[in-house]
């Protein structure tokens, strides 16, 4: 009774042994005598004990491989060193088991030379400025290069470009230099838009200056204008009103005396009286006489 335990015992643990399960974004290569026999996915398995084994466990996901700098040479014979990242996905678990040996050496050195080959095509200034350019070409370049492998280029990128240090300190010089350049252009354009506004400020001010000057010469001419108008009427009202009250001599002789009074203040240096006035200077004198007669006083 008790080998039959023994027994059942040794069952059931070569059972859990031989049991597998596959987490998710996994592969299983089960090889049976030696052999290729399956891919196993996401679950739960069971392999033949002393017959199948589990070779190699994949991942499925995305990989990243930072490859250390490469020395490439340019067209115009520029040596620098140039880093690249290349993200891959395994698509195929068999083919990237049977496919190549080391496979992660293969993409490396496949990117090496590969990178070499488009740099050497390119000068210096087309390598620091055509980075996707760059990315784009070694992308598809190796994702066929390592399709029969069962692997998927997905990007490559250029992480670092470093030029030698001379090359450096002369492209520092000239980026010094353009800002330079820059600056002096920036300056004398905020120095012409400075002087153009000035010159419209003035310009203005001197438009505005006269038109007040036309303005206040209309107005002042304006106003005596109107002042001329008002005398005017002023007079012609009065001489009116003189016509209509008629009047008599006396009171014309009067006026006749003040204006003569007026005219005789000592400021003109000639007079000329009308021969009317001799009548009046007549009537004047026998009005003095009347006054003065003594016949009169008593």
């Given at each position: ?213 036309k303005e206040a010469a209309i107005r002042e001419a304006e ?76």
């Amino acid at each position: 009774m008790g080998w039959i335990i023994a027994l059942l015992v040794i069952i059931v643990a070569l059972i859990v042994a031989n049991i597998r399960i596959v987490s998710q974004a996994h592969a299983c290569i089960v090889e049976r005598f030696g052999a290729y026999n399956a891919t196993w996915g996401v679950g739960i398995h069971f392999k033949v004990p002393f017959i199948d084994r589990v070779s190699r466990m994949i991942s499925l996901k995305e990989h990243v491989a930072d490859f250390p700098p490469q020395p490439v040479i340019t067209k115009d014979n520029v040596t620098m060193q140039i880093d690249t990242v290349v993200y891959y996905q395994i698509t195929d678990p068999k083919l990237f088991t049977y496919g190549v040996e080391r496979p992660m050496m293969a993409i490396e050195n496949l990117t090496a030379t590969t990178l070499r080959n488009i740099i050497g095509d390119l000068e210096l200034d087309e390598t620091l400025t055509s980075r996707d350019t760059i990315n784009t070409k070694m992308r598809a370049i190796l994702d066929e290069a390592t399709d029969p492998w069962g692997i998927k280029i997905n990007r490559v990128e250029l992480k670092n470009i470093i030029p030698p240090r001379e090359i450096q300190d002369a492209m520092e010089k000239q980026m010094k230099a353009e800002r330079e350049r820059r600056e002096a252009i920036l300056r004398a354009e905020g120095d012409k838009k400075s002087a153009i506004l000035i010159a419209e400020g003035e310009k203005e001010s001197a438009i505005l200056r006269a038109d007040a000057k036309k303005e206040a010469a209309i107005r002042e001419a304006e106003g005596q204008a109107e002042a001329i108008v008002k005398v005017q009427e002023a007079i012609a009202e009065g001489i009116r009103k003189i016509n209509e009250a008629a009047p008599g001599e006396a009171y014309l002789t009067m006026k006749s005396l003040e204006a003569l009074e007026k005219a005789s203040d000592g400021k003109a240096t000639k007079i000329i009286i009308p021969s009317d006035f001799q009548g009046i200077a007549g009537l004047a004198t026998g009005i003095k006489e009347v006054l003065t007669d003594p016949k009169t006083e008593k």
